[in-house]
């Protein structure tokens, strides 16, 4: 059953999250996921919410964003993106 990531990025560090951003498509790849939005106009329809950078992606199934999570490659820019950015992520199962 295919699986989304929904991402909201803070950028606090703009060069270093362009390094990021070269970097991580290979890996988002190689678990199978894609990207279905990435950055574009986002619009508020109902509440509170105001995401700062909106990033969506669509994987096989939960195991293979777990394991993009704990992928070793991926360390290094997790903690790149972490002193780049704030970020709120969650995954949720598709139908």
Same mark, same amino acid.
């Given at each position: ?17 362009? *390094?990021?951003? !070269? !970097?991580? =498509? ?7 996921? %894609? ?7 986002? %619009? ?5 919410? *105001? =995401?700062?950078?909106l990033?969506?992606?669509?994987? =096989?199934?939960? %195991?293979s ?6 992928? =070793?490659?991926?360390?290094p820019?997790?903690?790149? *993106? ?7 992520m ?6």
């Open positions: 059953m295919a699986a989304y990531m929904i991402v909201n990025i803070d950028v606090k560090d703009t060069l270093a999250y362009e *390094r990021y951003k !070269a !970097a991580v =498509p290979a890996l988002i790849r190689k678990h199978g996921g %894609e990207y279905l939005a990435r950055g574009g106009t986002c %619009e508020v329809l109902e509440g509170d919410w *105001r =995401p700062s950078r990033v969506l992606f669509r994987f =096989p199934d939960m %195991e964003i777990r394991a993009l999570q704990v992928d =070793p490659e991926y360390q820019l997790k903690e790149l *993106r972490h002193s780049a950015a704030y970020t709120e969650v995954a949720v199962a598709g139908i």
